[in-house]
Structure formats: structure tokens, C-alpha cells
């Protein structure tokens, strides 16, 4: 949901890929571990909330999402315009049953999570992901309508 994320490990790689250099290497074991939980049959899914023309910070996540969707990850896009009744957090939804709530400081720094497992909230956070879901598109479907559009 944010237009820029204070990620300390995702400085230099940004940097880099602002000065034209992609080399998914600095996701270390993440990749692999995708590949690995998928063909055992898990699941990973996100949808990315994104302000039009895109961030530096949104360019590079996009970018990136490549790598993530190779190795198994479905990562879909959905503009902001297009989000206006969504939740306006950040969260991860584990299995149904359990939301961890991003939570943030100045700067964009993120300072942990708030573990939700109110059914009521659940219930709720699940059909707004499923309404995201079904409005977001592609990673390369929306990747060549706006990745180079600045």
C-alpha cells in the first residue's frame, strides 16, 4: 500500500538499480525458498497497491517481481485509483486464519507487526485480499503498460 518502504537491505539494491543495475542476488535464499515451497504445493500471493506514475521505490519492486514470480510467487498489481475501498495498511493473511498488520514509523521505517486472529477482522481482511485479487492484474500485463512510464 505504500509508495516507499525504509527497508534497510533494500538500500544498496536500490541504489543499484537506480543507477541501471538489476541482480537479484541480494534476495539471497528467498528465491530458492519460493521454488522449493511451491512445488511442494504452498502458496504465495500478493497484491501490490501502487500510485501512478510509479515510484523509484515501485519501478524496483516491479522490477524485481519478475524474479519473485519465476521462482513461483504470483506477485499482481493494482493502481491505486483502482483500490479506493481497500484496506489502507499493509498485512499478510496466513492461512485464513491469522493477519500480521505491518506497522510504521517515520520515514517509512518499518517497526513490526500486529498479530490479528479476530474472526471478524479475519473474515474481513480475507474478502478484501480476494477483492484485490480479482482487480489487480499481472505482474507483466502491468509491467509493460507502466514500467518505463515516468
Not at 505504500?2 to 528465491?31: C, H, I, K, T
Request: no cysteine; aromatic share 12%.
Amino acid at each position: 500500500m505504500r509508495d516507499a518502504y525504509n527497508v534497510p537491505s533494500e538500500q544498496e539494491p536500490l541504489q543499484r538499480f537506480l543507477d541501471g543495475v538489476v541482480d537479484p542476488g541480494w534476495l539471497g535464499d528467498w528465491l530458492p525458498e519460493i521454488g522449493q515451497a511451491t512445488r511442494a504445493g504452498r502458496r504465495f500471493r500478493r497484491v501490490r497497491v501502487v500510485s501512478l506514475p510509479l515510484t523509484d521505490y515501485s519501478r524496483f519492486g516491479l522490477t524485481y517481481a519478475a524474479f519473485n514470480n519465476e521462482a513461483g510467487e504470483d506477485i499482481r498489481y493494482l493502481a491505486r485509483e483502482d483500490a479506493a475501498d481497500l484496506p489502507t495498511f499493509d498485512y499478510w493473511l496466513f492461512d485464513s486464519r491469522t493477519v500480521a498488520k505491518l506497522v510504521f514509523g517515520d520515514q517509512d521505517k518499518l517497526l513490526g507487526f500486529e498479530l490479528i486472529q479476530d474472526p471478524a477482522v479475519v473474515v474481513e481482511l480475507n474478502y478484501q485480499r480476494d477483492a484485490a485479487w480479482h482487480h489487480a492484474i499481472t505482474r507483466d500485463d502491468f509491467a509493460a503498460k507502466h514500467l518505463d512510464k515516468r
